[in-house]
């Protein structure tokens, strides 16, 4: 999997961990990451493995790779980032870290589809959170009170965004 490709680069534009075991322990968190982001997409699942396998067989070089792999991940920016800890240094993908995700975005498109009202209080804790730098333990509380009553699914479903959704700026 992508351990191939550090291998290539000797270390990564990552966290550089120089044991294998620990490289190994990265990818499988890594791929588990991708599978649980993509487990109703199987065909980018299989085309993740693709990338990999012709990186692995010489098809494509590092360069193939950080092409295909930006494409294929686009606006799964986390996907991109925990990607790079896999590069050699200089081939790292960069991300814009103002993007929305794709996530949150289908997450707010429920809420307001749910309660425009809901909508509209939702969008104030969440820019406040931003603006005042709020623990997110008190977001998680804030979202809580606002969606128990009437949408405990919303804050389920709150619950799973990927912490880096929450913290996205210019979710509209």
Do not use: W
């Amino acid at each position: 999997m992508a351990g191939g490709v550090a291998a290539e680069g000797g270390g990564g534009g990552g966290e550089g961990s120089t044991s294998s075991e620990a490289t190994i322990n990265a990818a499988e968190r890594y791929m588990k990451e991708v599978t649980e982001t993509f487990g109703d997409q199987e065909e980018k699942l299989v085309m993740f493995r693709e990338i990999m396998n012709d990186f692995r067989t010489e098809r494509i070089d590092i360069a193939g790779v950080v092409g295909r792999v930006k494409e294929l991940f686009k606006g799964h920016n986390n996907l991109i980032e925990g990607f790079n800890f896999f590069l050699p240094m200089g081939y790292e993908i960069t991300v814009d870290k103002h993007q929305p995700h794709p996530e949150a975005l289908d997450f707010i498109r429920l809420v307001k589809e749910r309660d425009e009202s809901v909508y509209r209080r939702f969008m104030d804790v969440i820019f406040r959170y931003q603006r005042e730098h709020m623990d997110v333990i008190k977001l998680c509380r804030e979202v809580g009170a606002l969606f128990s009553e009437d949408y405990p699914d919303l804050f389920i479903k709150f619950l799973k965004l990927p912490h880096r959704v929450i913290s996205t700026p210019n979710y509209q």
